[in-house]
Nanobody, 123 residues
Framework: QVQLVESGGGLVQAGGSLRLSCVASGRSFSRNTMGWFRQTPGKEREFVAAISWSNRNTSSDSVKGRFTISRDNAKNTVYLQMNILKPEDTAVYYC?????????????????WGQGTQVTVSS
């Protein structure tokens, strides 16, 4: 069983930056693929970025060049550095863990989810 706890959300002006953190419990973190997804009311949860156990990463076109995913296995933590934020980035951001497999944009391939952290970008 893996528990995920996100932090770092908040209110920021357009053009600003935030860094989200997700701390994972359990001994298998270094072998897990980790992902970030986001969701706004009435919409499907959408993929943001993912990073495999071997540090291969992928991200959605909408955040490419602005958001960076990274991990620190010694701290059981995955990060999402978000720069040049836009109002359309406003959402609840969720951390997810996949026990086996490569970095994936499919939310159905993730086994564990955090509770989410709100990010609000004002114009």
């Amino acid at each position: 069983q893996v528990q995920l706890v996100e932090s770092g959300g908040g209110l920021v002006q357009a053009g600003g930056s935030l860094r989200l953190s997700c701390v994972a419990s359990g001994r298998s973190f270094s072998r897990n693929t980790m992902g970030w997804f986001r969701q706004t009311p009435g919409k499907e949860r959408e993929f943001v970025a993912a990073i495999s156990w071997s540090n291969r990463n992928t991200s959605s076109d909408s955040v490419k060049g602005r958001f960076t995913i990274s991990r620190d296995n010694a701290k059981n933590t995955v990060y999402l550095q978000m720069n040049i934020l836009k109002p359309e980035d406003t959402a609840v951001y969720y951390c997810a863990a996949r026990e086996w497999g490569a970095a994936s944009w499919l939310k159905t391939e993730y086994d564990y989810w955090g509770q989410g952290t709100q990010v609000t970008v004002s114009s």
